[in-house]
């Protein structure tokens, strides 16, 4: 149920991905977003599709692992595609009441599924393979030169990382209230929008109970390791780039330009 | 011997709340704790031995008296991280001190605050992690351990900071006995080979029994201090203080009460068959039961 959302979960290994940098990888799913944005053409469509699936074969971590984690977002996924189905003028293809299929539709509906897929994905391989420390150390790092203009870079970076070790031990809550309420008779599934809705109620106000509390025990406890904030801190495992960051960036980068290449020649 | 820790007439009031009047926990309490003893303190729950843990390393300050841990005055406020650093802190809820979703990154959080080398942090992490046994555990996520697992990280995470006293606010609370285990044994070996002064603050009477010394307290002043035997023997002071003392002294009280001449100090289980076969055997008492 809830424990199925793999969202912002991190799967130990010692793969190359797993090696990579967090930096690179936060830029890498940079450039992958842009390459996404500029494909236009079967061909380029193809190589985004091989450029990620390289990726995760190398990251070694299961398909079956990605599509559970697509797994909640099949909605969004199906309304988007259906909505590009029914609402891109062009050549008719099957018409039935209100309703024109166009062969653009089709075209533009199976694009966007496979756009948002690969989006979903490139950024799952980022959380899958770097430890929410790492991630945060990485951003940390990147946003450094915003510090001079007083952004609050640490503090975002803590708070970022705190909020992803959180997500499975909130999780975790929220099934146990919801059995909790399920026990005194509460019903979740059944009724109108609006009922449903209210009836969410006696599950999230325990939860921002719980919430509230578990933050002001973590900030106790976190004072007494001595957190100070930013300012003198080390770290244990501190980022270089290796030869193979600047091979995986380098490829980024060819991917985006051949991205433009290939809607410049088609132009 | 050195002190850890010294507390001088200490009084503590929380803040005032806006429907409730200022409640005053402590008033004028005196202790002081010898550096490497192992110190139970016992109590029922709102008798303040929280508050008075929270005292130890300056989570909280005292609103009158002193509290001088390793010769330094918790109000001075740039003490304050030496003053952390010496006293580390294990509380109730393992998952509310965990820090990162990587055991071993989590243990690295205190020496990483107080920018240590990171090849030092790396010695200690692992270190430390050697020593609550979770060696093998250092790259798990957190949240797929159990409870006792999770709660010897917690300590490990302290440990790192090298500390030469850990206060531990009823670690066992949420655990199953399994867990409860472990974790004792933990912090009684960490006591045992490292010298690291520990006070455990719980309300299982149990887990003071191996203690060297006990602590009850009750309504904000301590009821008895002294070993275990010394405390647990005194069975009608404990129970007003609404404790329950373990089931070998109970069982002995009871006796006693019917009238059979066994002493109330036997504390294990084993000592405590010994003093009722000695009692019965030399037939001194009614075998009517």
Request: aromatic share 6%; glycine share 8%; hydrophobic share 45%.
């Amino acid at each position: 149920m809830l424990k199925d959302i793999t969202l912002g979960q991190y799967f130990p290994g010692n793969t190359v991905v797993h090696r990579l940098d967090p930096r690179t990888k936060l830029l890498m799913v940079i450039l992958f977003i842009v390459a996404l944005f500029t494909a236009e053409g079967p061909i380029a469509y193809l190589t985004v599709f091989l450029f990620l699936g390289v990726a995760v074969g190398l990251s070694r971590i299961p398909p079956r692992t990605i599509l559970k984690g697509l797994k909640p977002l099949v909605v969004i996924i199906c309304l988007t595609g259906l909505l590009n189905l029914f609402y891109t003028p062009g050549t008719p293809v099957v018409k039935f009441w209100v309703l024109t299929i166009t062969r653009e539709g089709i075209f533009s509906a199976l694009f966007m599924i496979w756009r948002i897929l690969m989006l979903i994905t490139g950024t799952f391989m980022l959380t899958y393979t770097t430890s929410p420390i790492a991630l945060t150390d990485g951003l940390e790092l990147l946003l450094n030169p915003l510090k001079r203009i007083k952004v609050p870079v640490h503090e975002l970076a803590m708070m970022m990382s705190i909020a992803l070790r959180f997500i499975p031990t909130l999780i975790e809550e929220t099934d146990k209230i919801m059995s909790a309420q399920k026990a005194r008779g509460a019903a979740f599934a059944p009724g109108s929008i609006l009922q449903r809705a209210r009836a969410l109620i006696p599950i999230l106000v325990p939860l921002f109970v719980s919430a509230l509390r578990r933050a002001d025990e973590l900030a106790v406890a976190m004072e007494c390791r001595c957190y100070q904030g930013g300012k003198g801190r080390t770290r244990m495992k501190r980022l270089r780039f290796a030869g193979r960051d600047y091979v995986t960036l380098v490829l980024g980068i060819l991917l985006v330009a051949a991205m433009i290449v290939l809607r410049v020649v088609r132009i | 011997m050195e002190q850890a820790i010294r507390v001088d007439n200490l009084t503590y009031r929380y803040p005032k709340q806006e429907d409730a009047r200022e409640t005053e926990v402590f008033s004028g309490l005196d202790l002081n704790i010898e550096q490497g003893s192992f110190v139970a303190i016992l109590g029922h729950n709102g008798c303040g031995k929280s508050t008075l843990a929270k005292h130890f390393n300056a989570i909280l300050l005292p609103s009158g008296g002193k509290v001088w841990v390793y010769g330094k005055d918790t109000t001075v406020g740039e003490e304050l991280i030496a003053i952390r650093r010496a006293v580390g802190m294990v509380f109730q809820n393992p998952d509310n001190q965990i820090v990162s979703n990587v055991v071993e990154e989590d243990v690295a959080f205190a020496p990483e605050n107080l920018g240590v080398e990171p090849e030092e942090i790396r010695r200690r992490v692992d270190e430390a992690l050697r020593m609550v046994g979770m060696y093998e555990f250092r790259e798990h996520a957190p949240h797929l351990l159990s409870g006792g697992q999770k709660q010897r990280v917690a300590i490990a995470g302290v440990i790192a900071m090298l500390p030469k006293c850990i206060v531990l606010d009823e670690p066992t609370a949420m655990l199953d006995p399994q867990g409860r285990r472990e974790v004792l044994e933990t912090v009684h070996r960490l006591n045992r080979e490292r010298g690291i002064t520990v006070i455990l603050i719980t309300h299982h009477m149990r887990e003071a029994v191996d203690a060297d010394r006990v602590i009850v307290m009750s309504g904000g002043k301590i009821l008895a201090d002294g070993t275990p035997r010394q405390v647990f023997s005194q069975v009608e002071l404990l129970q007003s203080a609404q404790l329950t003392v373990p089931e070998t002294t109970q069982l002995l009280y009871a006796l006693r009460q019917q009238g059979v001449d066994v002493p109330l100090d036997a504390l294990s289980v084993e000592e405590c068959v010994q003093a009722i076969y000695r009692a019965f055997g030399a037939g001194t008492a009614s075998k009517e039961k």
